[in-house]
């Protein structure tokens, strides 16, 4: 009887044997797997960081042109208010001379184009 009973002991021993080798090599496949997950979680924080580093030169930028765009747009408006001074100035001073010209002898219409010229 003892045979039977070693033979039982055996095969449980054998089986628990087989088991083990199953669960090491699921454990090994986990293992694995962890490494490759770590690996693709590292790639991540390296990206991550890539982009913050080109998000933040990129808001520096868009701060440098609004700020020029900003002293540009006063420049137009110091150029605009410039140029509407100096055509008022230019209209009233045509118009002072317009005023105060004279016709010519022979009372014909003043022609810009001809005042002064002699056509005949």
């Not at 095969?11 to 490759?36: F, H, Y």
């Not at 004279?102 to 002699?118: C, F, I, Q, S, V």
């Amino acid at each position: 009887m003892t045979a039977i009973k070693d033979i039982i002991d055996l095969t449980m021993e054998l089986r628990n044997k087989v088991k083990d080798r199953q669960l090491a090599a699921e454990i090994t496949r986990i293992q694995t797997l962890i490494s490759a997950l770590q690996s693709e979680h590292f790639t991540v924080i390296e990206k991550n960081t890539q982009l913050l580093s080109e998000n933040s030169d990129l808001k520096k930028q868009i701060s440098d042109c609004k700020s020029e765009l900003k002293m540009l747009e006063t420049k137009i408006a110091t150029l605009n208010q410039a140029h509407f001074e100096e055509i008022t100035k230019l209209k009233e001073k045509h118009k002072t001379e317009i005023m105060e010209m004279r016709l010519p002898e022979n009372n014909e219409p003043y022609d810009p184009l001809t005042y002064g010229l002699k056509t005949k």
